[in-house]
């Protein structure tokens, strides 16, 4: 009963992932991903003459069942890595994903080591002298007589 | 300890920023693109940057220096610009009337298709040289703000003359033979 559970389990999780593989990308979330060369904005938000034919592309490869994949790296032989939005992870590409964490951690050690510093440095004031017992009594004396 | 490590780290800080500023200054003094036509119309005949590029018309790739001894029209267009199309037949006009003469009219077609550049060059007959720069690259050492921008180099490889826009009234027209004469001489 289990090994039979268990099948139709991994039976469905196969058939979804099918599924999901099958599904054809969208025009608009690939317009979101890629850059047009000539105004440097997503495809979504210009209407240059390089940006409107390359929607037509994307459109075009969509119906002839392209992946994203393949629609995008069909994109990037002819315009080159600086079409994608999204820096690739590998390679040289993967430095734009390292930097920006690398410039916060070292921020955030700065900042931590100027916080202890500055912590340190602040010091209690130290206590303020006693004062000559002589002294003192001439003032207890100069007082009383001055009450007196 | 702590105050030797404080000015370790506004040493490093200080070190950083003077970094910035030279690689600023260096980037603005070595960014000569943007007034590279500037330059050359006002006569000081700066070297055009070179590039090796993948041919379009032909296997193979092309460079420009390999066309040292040669007067070169080099024409940046895109099959996607409406002046290129007005522009494109007088460029070939202008090859077959020089190119006997030692011009070479090379055509540099950058963020564009390959498929829609040949189609342009197919239905405008062009016959010269075409190369392809995808991502647009080379463009930038030359300055190029806009499509079509034509640059006319002389024999040595240096730029003569530079035209924004489409060479397709009299007086660019007359003004690209001038610079073509010059670049030829």
């Known amino acids: 009963m289990i090994r039979l559970a268990t099948l139709l389990a991994l039976g469905g999780l196969a058939v979804a992932s099918v599924g999901v593989a099958a599904n054809p990308p969208r025009a608009a979330d690939l317009e979101a991903e890629l850059v047009c060369p000539v105004c440097e904005t997503t495809l979504d938000q210009s209407n240059a003459p390089i940006a409107e034919k390359m929607k037509a592309f994307i459109r075009a490869r969509i119906a002839a069942g392209d992946s994203e994949e393949q629609i995008k790296d069909a994109l990037v032989a002819q315009f080159g890595t600086g079409v994608l939005a999204k820096p690739p992870g590998g390679g040289f590409g993967l430095l734009a994903w390292l930097l920006p964490l690398a410039a916060v951690l070292v921020g955030a050690v700065v900042v931590a080591f100027l916080i202890r510093s500055w912590s340190r440095r602040r010091e209690p004031p130290p206590p303020a002298d006693k004062l000559d017992p002589k002294l003192e009594r001439l003032v207890d004396e100069e007082l009383a007589r001055f009450d007196g | ?185």
């Not at chain 2, 980037?27 to 693109?33: A, I, N, P, R, T």
């Not at chain 2, 180099?153 to 240096?158: L, N, S, T, V």
Request: proline letters at 4%; hydrophobic letters at 40%; a negative charge.
């Open chain 2, 1 to 185: 300890m702590t105050t030797r490590l404080r000015f370790v780290a506004q040493g490093v800080a200080i070190g950083l920023v003077a970094l910035l500023f030279i690689l600023l200054a260096w980037s603005l003094l070595h960014d000569e693109g943007g007034d590279l036509m500037k330059r050359a119309n006002r006569g000081d005949r700066p070297s055009a940057p070179d590039f090796t590029l993948e041919r379009l018309d032909e296997k193979g790739a092309l460079q420009l220096s390999s066309l040292r001894g040669k007067a070169v029209v080099l024409n940046v267009w895109a099959s996607w610009c409406g002046p290129c199309k007005e522009e494109a037949p007088y460029l070939e006009e202008v090859w077959q009337r020089n190119r006997h003469r030692g011009l070479v009219v090379v055509g540099l077609d950058a963020k564009d298709f390959r498929a829609d550049a040949r189609r342009f060059a197919g239905r405008y007959e062009l016959s010269f040289p075409l190369v392809y720069d995808g991502p647009g690259n080379t463009i930038d050492g030359y300055g190029v703000t806009g499509f079509p921008e034509t640059f006319v180099i002389d024999r040595e490889g240096k730029v003569v003359a530079g035209f924004a826009g489409a060479v397709d009234g009299d007086e660019e027209r007359t003004r690209l033979q001038s610079a073509i004469q010059d670049a030829l001489a």
